[in-house]
């Protein structure tokens, strides 16, 4: 085969893959602006990650069980500590 008939062939593929190449970097691009757009809802100003409301309401209730607990443990030290007083 002639080489510059080869040449001819590959030229519009290497074109097409150039062409894929950049816009692909242009997409992760685009991503990554949207990424940093939405880092200062997730992430504070002091770094600390904030919650979803899910994860708030979840931690809510989960707080509440255990101050429930906590609660119940208590009475239950008082009524030990009274019958080993007596």
Do not use: Y
Not at 29 to 45: G, V
Not at 59 to 78: F, N, S, T, Y
């Amino acid at each position: 085969m002639n080489i510059n008939k080869i040449m001819e062939m590959a030229l519009p593929i290497l074109i097409a893959a150039v062409g894929w190449m950049i816009n692909s970097v242009n997409g992760m691009q685009d991503d990554i602006i949207n990424i940093k757009a939405k880092m200062p809802a997730l992430i504070t100003s002091e770094g600390i990650p904030t919650d979803s409301p899910i994860s708030a309401e979840r931690r809510h209730i989960m707080q509440k069980e255990i101050e429930k607990e906590i609660v119940d443990l208590q009475v239950r030290v008082r009524l030990l500590e009274e019958r080993t007083k007596k």
